[in-house]
Each structure stands twice: as C-alpha cells, then as structure tokens.
C-alpha cells in the first residue's frame, strides 16, 4: 500500500540522530582539553609579564620584587637567586610551572 513513500523513516531519523550524539559525545572532552589549555597558556603569559616588569625594575631601579602577587585568582610567587629571578605558579591541580629570568650580574 504504501510502497512508493518518499520521505524518512522513523528509523533512519534515531539513525541520524544517533550518530550526531556519538559524535557531540567525543567532541566535547576535546573542546574541554582545549578550554583548560587556554586558561593554562593565558595564565603563563601573565607570569612572564609580570617576571619581564619585576626583572626591569631590579635590574634597573634596583627594586625588590613583592614574594607574592595575586591576580585572577592564581597566586604567583617570586624569587630571587644569585643569578636568576623565578615566578612560580599553580596552573592545575599537580601542576606547577615555574619560569626563570638570568640575572646580567652575579650577587
């Protein structure tokens, strides 16, 4: 009787719409991973601004930089060593990042 019908089934619809949940189901732990690896790439560009600021002022104004500074939420910590200066911060749980700066003289 209605051999000839022309239009989607109800199985081909859940078909469909079954491969598009399979496919949004993978894609969102990536979009996740890439969401929290901005935040990470975001927060290690403000540590090295923040170190390239602290290293011009005691290199050149002999200033010393503050142990802690807080911005955004995440704590940055200074310190300072015969020949180099470090900012050290938490990006993730377990995960900490330090990034150094030579000093151009020797204490």
Known sequence: MLRNCKGYTLLDALTALSLLSVLSASALPLYA?????????RERKEATILLGQFWNELVLEKNKPPNEQVKNDVTY?????????????????????VICRSLPYAK
């Open 77 to 97: 910590t200074f310190e300072e060593t015969s020949n180099k200066l470090c900012v050290s911060f938490q990006v993730a749980p377990k995960r900490n990042t």
């Open 33 to 41: 991973h890439v969401y929290e690896e901005r935040s990470i790439i």
